[in-house]
């Protein structure tokens, strides 16, 4: 499928920013949708942000929305997350994932990176 590499995850202080970056392999990058994911202590994953194959359409967790930003650049195979306002339980290690389906359905993303680690301290 493809192949997909987090980065940006660190240590910030609460009400601080981050923004994470996800490279993917392939010349297939523009025929996925893509996705932000994040899993904390003691948690399952959940959906957190993803947007279509165009940019045309994004949609976001109640719990990130207005501060979280997903955006992607087809040129460069690049999928961001600029997360803002940061709060504690935003801490998580999060994943971006691909999509041969539709943005808007979750169960649809099947690749996954193996995530960067985001801590915000109180």
């Known amino acids: 499928q493809v192949q997909l590499v987090e980065s940006g995850g660190g240590l910030v202080q609460v009400g601080g920013s981050l923004r994470l970056s996800c490279a993917a392999s392939g010349r297939a990058f523009p025929n996925y949708a893509m996705g932000w994911f994040r899993q904390a202590p003691g948690k399952e994953r959940e959906f957190v942000a993803t947007?279509?194959?165009?940019?045309?359409?994004?949609n976001y967790a109640d719990s990130v929305k207005g501060r979280f930003t997903i955006a992607r650049d087809n040129a460069k195979n690049t999928v961001t997350l600029q997360m803002n306002n940061l709060k504690p339980e935003d801490t998580a290690v999060y994943y971006c994932?691909?999509?041969?389906?539709?943005?808007?359905?979750?169960?649809?993303?099947?690749?996954w990176g193996q995530g960067t680690r985001v801590t915000v301290s109180s």
């Open positions: 947007i279509s194959r165009n940019s045309a359409g994004r």
């Open positions: 994932a691909a999509s041969p389906g539709s943005y808007y359905y979750l169960d649809d993303f099947a690749s």
